[in-house]
Nanobody
Framework: EVQLVESGGGLVQAGGSLNLSCVAS????????IGWFRQGPGKKREGVAC????????VYGDSVQGRATMTRDNAKNAVFLQVNNLQPEDTAIYYC????????????????WGKGTLVTVSS
C-alpha cells in the first residue's frame, strides 16, 4: 500500500515560515515526481511546488514563487517544503502527492495523495 504522510503543519504567525515534510512508503520513491498542493477555505486546490524525479528540477506555483524552497531526500523517501513570509492567504490544507511527471503536477493528475496537513496563518 502506498502511503504519503505529511507533517509540520500548525499555527504560524504572519511573516513566519512553514516547514513541511512528506514521507512516502510502498513505492519506488526515486521514480516519482513529488508535488505539494494546497486548498484554502473556499478556494480551489492549487499547485504549490513540485520536484522532478528525473533531474531534481523544481517548479513553484505563482502564489509562492520566490518564497518557497522544495527539496527531496531519496535516501529517506522524503520531500521537504519551506515557505517564508507567510500571510493569512497561505492558510490551507497542504497535500503531498506523487506522480510520474512534472506534467502531472500541472494537471493535478497525480497517482497518490496524502491526507494533508493544516497550516493556519494568523495575522
Amino acid at each position: 500500500e502506498v502511503q504519503l504522510v505529511e507533517s509540520g503543519g500548525g499555527l504560524v504567525q504572519a511573516g513566519g515560515s512553514l516547514n513541511l515534510s512528506c514521507v512516502a512508503s510502498g513505492l519506488t520513491f526515486d521514480d516519482y515526481t513529488i508535488g505539494w498542493f494546497r486548498q484554502g477555505p473556499g478556494k480551489k486546490r492549487e499547485g504549490v511546488a513540485c520536484i522532478s524525479s528525473v533531474d531534481g528540477r523544481t517548479v513553484y506555483g505563482d502564489s509562492v514563487q520566490g518564497r518557497a524552497t522544495m527539496t527531496r531526500d531519496n535516501a529517506k523517501n522524503a520531500v521537504f517544503l519551506q515557505v517564508n513570509n507567510l500571510q493569512p492567504e497561505d492558510t490551507a490544507i497542504y497535500y503531498c502527492a506523487a506522480g510520474s511527471w512534472v506534467y502531472n503536477w500541472y494537471q493535478h493528475n497525480m497517482d497518490y495523495w496524502g491526507k494533508g496537513t493544516l497550516v493556519t496563518v494568523s495575522s
